[in-house]
C-alpha cells in the first residue's frame, strides 16, 4: 500500500507570511496532484506535476516535484485569508487509482 | 457547464440501515469515482465507474456497492451501516479514465451514522 504522508498536519501562521508545506512517499510517483478543499466542498483541483524536478506557479503558490519523484512541496508567498483550507497531495504510483495524501490544514490569521 | 451534483448533502441514520447516495457528473463526463473522506482516515478510494461498469476498486468491505447508468449518473449504497461509516462521501468525475484526466469533485453528502 504507498502511503503520501504530509507535514506539517496543521499549520497558523498570520496574513502576509510565506509558508511551505510537504508531501513525502516511499515510492515513485508516476504524476502527482495537489488539490485545496473548502469547508462544505469538495477538493479542488490546484495544479499536476508529471516530471522531475518540475516547478509550477499558480500566482503566489509554488509547486516543486522533487527529482526522484518521491515528494513534492508548495510554497506560499505573502499567505492571505483567502488561502485557508485543507491542502491535499495526491499521487499516481502507475495504476489508475489516485492515493491521497494525510492532507495539511492551514489558517491564515488576518 | 453545471458542476458535479450529490444528494443528499447530509445524511442521519441508525445502525444497521442501509443508505443510497446519489452523484450527478458534469455533463460529458463519462468516468465517476467514489471516495470516503474521515478525519482519521483521510480520502479514500472507494470505487470507480466507466461506461456503466466497475473499472476500480479499493479495500472497502463489500457492504459497499455502486452502479452507473447509462445517463453516467451513480450511486453509491452502503448496507447495514456501521458507526464507522460516518464520513463525507465524495464523488468525483472525469472525462474519461487514466492518469492524465482531470477529476472534479462535487461538495459531499456527509453521513452521520448514530
Known amino acids: 500500500t504507498q502511503l503520501l504522508e504530509q507535514s506539517p498536519q496543521f499549520l497558523s501562521i498570520q496574513e502576509g507570511e510565506n509558508l511551505t508545506v510537504y508531501c513525502n512517499s516511499s515510492?515513485?510517483?508516476?504524476?502527482l496532484q495537489w488539490y485545496r478543499q473548502e469547508p462544505g466542498e469538495g477538493p479542488v483541483l490546484l495544479v499536476t506535476?508529471?516530471?522531475?524536478?518540475e516547478v509550477k506557479k499558480l500566482k503566489r503558490l509554488t509547486f516543486q516535484f522533487g527529482d526522484a519523484r518521491k515528494d513534492s512541496s508548495l510554497h506560499i508567498t505573502a499567505a492571505q485569508p483567502g488561502d485557508t483550507g485543507l491542502y491535499l497531495c495526491?499521487?499516481?504510483?502507475?495504476?489508475?487509482?489516485?492515493?491521497f495524501g494525510t492532507g495539511t490544514r492551514l489558517t491564515i490569521i488576518p | 457547464k453545471a458542476g458535479v451534483t450529490q444528494t443528499p448533502r447530509y445524511l442521519i441514520k441508525t445502525r444497521g440501515q442501509q443508505v443510497t447516495l446519489s452523484c450527478s457528473p458534469i455533463s460529458g463526463h463519462r468516468s465517476v469515482s467514489w471516495y470516503q473522506q474521515t478525519p482519521g482516515q483521510g480520502l479514500q478510494f472507494l470505487f470507480e465507474?466507466?461506461?456503466?461498469?466497475?473499472?476500480n476498486k479499493g479495500n472497502f468491505p463489500g457492504r459497499f456497492s455502486g452502479r452507473q447508468f447509462s445517463n453516467s449518473r451513480s450511486e453509491m449504497n452502503v448496507s447495514t451501516l456501521e458507526l464507522g461509516d460516518s464520513a463525507l462521501y465524495l464523488c468525483?468525475?472525469?472525462?474519461?479514465?487514466?492518469?492524465?484526466?482531470?477529476?472534479?469533485f462535487g461538495p459531499g453528502t456527509r453521513l452521520l451514522v448514530l
Open positions: 495526491a499521487g499516481n504510483f502507475g495504476n489508475e487509482k489516485l492515493t
Open positions: 506535476v508529471v516530471t522531475g524536478g
Open positions: 468525483a468525475s472525469s472525462l474519461a479514465m487514466g492518469q492524465g484526466e482531470t477529476q472534479y
Open positions: 465507474y466507466f461506461s456503466e461498469t466497475q473499472r
Open positions: 515510492s515513485v510517483f508516476s504524476s
